[in-house]
């Protein structure tokens, strides 16, 4: 099969390409396939082969930062959602492994993302290694390698494909970053508490349930390539 045409223009360079991704820093870029040449086949393939997980923006493999903290986080998070969605029977929650298919030629993997069942009228999960599927809610865990233009630019992205909700979790600042779209946000510190409205309705979990277990930090400077924190999103 042959190798997609890049998007890129011919004269385009490594700094280009990681400016439109949002200054990724540049090891979390896969160089085979070259960027811009990626597809849905090779997020699967480095998947099964070295247990990566890989976004795919504009043909550019994206490797998914991972850490304990943000996996723990992701697993309370999962855990109390399930219980709701569980309880109203509204749908599924998917973990920080989750392919979704934003569009074409767009991979996101969300922390966590809830998809309700009027996107899946038969009830059941999806056979799709990356199924075709937008959900109502997604949510960020920030690492230390994320960047602010590469949240913007998700953000962007998850409210362009229909997202209604998402949710930017920063574990060192203890905060939530609500948004309604990407322009529309509300923070949320230790002592607010979330809610899933308008996507869940009836949901609540105090952040400093969240947080428990969260160690406190002094916020400083930050070497080359973990920027996020200087500033929201």
């Not at 899946?120 to 920030?142: G, Q």
């Not at 322009?183 to 349930?209: H, I, M, N, Y």
Request: one cysteine or more; hydrophobic letters at 40%.
């Amino acid at each position: 099969m042959p190798r997609v045409k890049s998007p890129f223009p011919i004269s385009a360079n490594l700094a280009d390409v990681l400016r439109e991704l949002g200054d990724v820093p540049v090891e979390r870029i896969r160089m085979n396939p070259l960027p811009g040449t990626a597809t849905e086949r090779d997020v699967i393939s480095i998947l099964d082969r070295e247990n990566r997980l890989c976004e795919l923006v504009d043909g550019v493999l994206v490797e998914k930062p991972i850490g304990l903290r943000e996996s723990c986080l992701a697993g309370l998070l999962i855990r109390e959602l399930g219980n709701h969605t569980q309880e109203y029977d509204s749908g599924i929650v998917s973990a920080p492994d989750g392919t979704l298919r934003l569009a074409p030629r767009l991979v996101r993997i969300p922390d966590v993302a809830f998809i309700p069942w009027e996107l899946l009228p038969s009830r059941e999960y999806p056979d799709e290694p990356i199924p075709d599927l937008v959900p109502a809610l997604a949510v960020e865990i920030l690492s230390e390698s994320n960047t602010p233009g590469e949240m913007r630019r998700k953000l962007k992205e998850y409210f362009l494909a229909g997202v209604i909700l998402v949710w930017i979790v920063d574990p060192d600042r203890r905060t939530v970053d609500v948004y309604t779209a990407p322009d529309q946000r509300t923070r949320l510190a230790e002592s607010d508490t979330l809610d899933g409205d308008p996507v869940l309705p009836g949901f609540r979990l105090p952040l400093k349930q969240l947080f428990a277990r969260v160690s406190k930090k002094r916020l400083g400077r930050r070497g080359k390539g973990k920027t996020r924190r200087s500033g929201g999103v």
